[in-house]
């Protein structure tokens, strides 16, 4: 197991069009999340899965957002109608809920553009 | 809510130099402290962490002492390299009982340059 990975690494789409990127967790992982970083901040929260279960949205996760994890372990996160506001980096990260090690390991995000 | 505050860079250093960069917070609960680095092309790396007050994480030379009393977690290193040239964000997260959810709230980062 080599960490959290994401796929894509990059994307440039139009304005209008939906993308949907991937998280693939360390696999012990139950806990999984996902961040956006725009240029010059550090990342924001947008939603935390347990498991399967999504458990959190923040008020940054628009109606165009989605995000599944459908058997607890990959998650994809999906963005309808794309605008030129969501160019920025979206983050996974995934962690443990329980034992002495719990923090969260990052994946090296999606760059997304959108022109 | 939570907030995290850190000094803006970027911060150039000649290598040996000693280094500080600050790092305050507000938070709403008990947080547990972070300090995060990500080095050009690579995703975010943890770099050390505390968990409760005068608690000091220590990684790689790098130090950092949890002050609740100052709402503060700087992180410090008596000599710094050339590697040691990244982005380094301050961050904290405060767990919610209901959702298990330990999110984390980041500071905007600080770009450190170490020349040779």
């Known amino acids: 197991d080599t960490g959290v990975s994401q796929d894509p690494r990059h994307k440039i789409t139009k304005r209008g069009q939906n993308v949907t990127f991937r998280c693939d967790p360390i696999s012990e992982h139950n806990r999984l999340y996902w961040y956006r970083q725009t240029l010059g901040q550090g990342p924001e929260f947008l939603t935390y899965?347990?498991?399967?279960?999504?458990?959190?949205k923040s008020r940054l996760l628009s109606d165009r957002f989605s995000a599944e994890r459908p058997k607890g372990s990959f998650s994809t996160l999906e963005i309808q109608r794309t605008e030129q506001g969501d160019s920025a980096m979206y983050l996974c990260?995934?962690?443990?809920?329980?034992?002495?090690?719990?923090?969260?390991?990052f994946g090296q995000g999606t760059r997304l553009t959108v022109v | 809510g939570n907030s995290v505050t850190q000094m803006e860079g970027p911060v150039t250093l000649s290598e040996e130099a000693f280094l500080t960069i600050n790092c305050t917070y507000t938070?709403?609960?008990?947080?547990?402290l972070f300090w995060y680095v990500q080095y050009p092309g690579e995703g975010l790396q943890l770099l050390l962490k505390a968990t409760k007050a005068d608690d000091k994480g220590s990684n790689k030379g790098f130090e950092a002492t949890y002050r609740k009393e100052t709402t503060s977690f700087h992180l410090e290193k008596g000599s710094v390299q050339v590697s040691d040239s990244a982005v380094y964000f301050c961050?904290?997260?405060?767990?919610?009982?209901?959702?298990?959810?330990?999110?984390?709230?980041f500071g905007s980062g600080t770009r450190l340059q170490v020349q040779p």
């Open positions: 899965f347990q498991n399967e279960a999504q458990l959190e």
């Open positions: 938070a709403t609960g008990y947080p547990s």
């Open positions: 990260a995934s962690s443990r809920s329980r034992g002495e090690n719990t923090e969260a390991f």
């Open positions: 961050a904290l997260s405060v767990p919610r009982g209901d959702t298990g959810r330990r999110a984390l709230t």
